[in-house]
């Protein structure tokens, strides 16, 4: 997205964080168990979901697990909320 806004004018842009995790397991509520390279791991995100795409993605990400790849699940953060937005696959 583009803004154009006069010098004079202050501008408050949202910080966006990008965290790679490796996907360890998805749980019956579709949720994600993650692993950071330091090896924390976190299980308090969802599957994305509520749109067309966010649902494409889940789908991918669930295929994928189930074909037994390993696979890392990119997270973007931004002013609270955290949502899967891309899935590769780790190439051993």
């Known amino acids: ?3 154009l806004v006069p010098s004079s004018h202050n501008l ?3 910080l966006v964080n990008r965290v790679e995790y490796t996907l360890l397991d998805i749980d019956e ?3 994600m168990s993650l ?3 330091g090896g924390d791991t976190r ?3 969802k599957l994305p979901g ?3 795409e966010a649902d494409k993605l889940a ?3 669930r295929e994928g697990f189930e074909a037994g790849k390993e ?3 990119t997270i973007l953060q931004s002013m609270g909320i955290e949502q899967a937005s891309a899935v590769k696959e780790i190439n051993s």
Request: charged residues 40%.
């Open 71 to 73: 696979l890392v699940v």
């Open 1 to 3: 997205m583009e803004e």
């Open 50 to 52: 509520g749109h067309d």
């Open 59 to 61: 789908d991918q990400i």
């Open 43 to 45: 299980e308090d995100l």
């Open 35 to 37: 692993m950071t390279d």
């Open 12 to 14: 408050e842009v949202p």
């Open 29 to 31: 509520d579709e949720h």
